[in-house]
């Protein structure tokens, strides 16, 4: 026991206590905080040149410029006004040839009109009439018209041909009416500006017929052929001008002599022209 005691003891004699090793955890520096990247500074822009200074003239136009940009506008709506809400600069697009404003085709046309004589050297015939003509078409008509003569003054040539007894007046019946048939034939069409502010539609016709002339107590075979023209103001309303030629046999009477001659009677007539039904359909063209 003895032995143990001294080999324990030289054992721990030779044994020096290690010293205290400090802790890695102490002894470990902390890492430096990462460095912020550097900001970089936005390139700064070279300014730009410098705008020329206005010169004198353009500063005093400035100001005129300004107050004539409202006058111009309103020029410019009166202007679109003017032409039926289209915008100007629009028109030039319109095309040439456009489809007829008014349609004739399967409507009716009434017409009231006065008249005068333009050939006669010693009367003056003064009448009042109508037509009515259908239109199966819209170039094509047919239809029938009169006229009442409700007075027949005389001119002044027939005094002075009484006076000097240069001719012998013939004696003839005075007309009353004609009556008859009437074709219509409408080759033309156009348009017409009036005073550069309007447009208005028209039509050339052509017209001839054959009737009835009442002259006294007798009824004589007539014929009749014309041209006119009709001014459009609406689709139903229409200005029409016309002349035509009413022909027919006369019977007249010089010293008690009867004898037959052809009498021709060109009328000047001024009427209106009321379209029936006041609507029409565009189909097929």
Known sequence: MAEEE??????????????????????????????????????????????????????????????????????????????????????????????????????????PFASVSVNDAFYTHLTVGGSAVFYPHDNFGFGASGMYFYANPKTKNHEVVRQNRTAVIGVFDSPLAIVGGDIYWNPIYGKVSLIDRSIIPFDFFVVGGMGVAFAGNNKRPSFNIGLGQRYLATEWLALRIEVRDYIYLDTQEANGIPRSDIQNLVMFQLGVSFFVPPWFEYSGL
Not at 14 to 38: F, G, K, N, V
Not at 73 to 98: H, I, M, N
Request: charged letters at 45%; aromatic letters at 0%.
């Open 6 to 111: 001294d080999l324990l003891e030289g054992l721990g004699g030779d044994d020096e206590p290690e010293p205290d090793r400090p802790s890695t955890d102490i002894l470990e520096e902390e890492p430096p905080p990462a460095e912020e990247p550097a900001k970089e500074e936005p390139a700064k822009e070279e300014p730009a040149s410098k705008p020329a200074e206005p010169t004198t003239e353009e500063v005093k136009a400035a100001p005129a410029d300004s107050a004539s940009a409202p006058a111009a506008e309103e020029k410019k709506e009166e202007e679109k006004e003017e032409d039926g809400g289209l915008d100007p600069a629009s028109l030039d697009k319109l095309k040439s040839v456009q489809r007829k404003p008014v349609l004739k085709r399967l409507r009716f046309e009434l017409s």
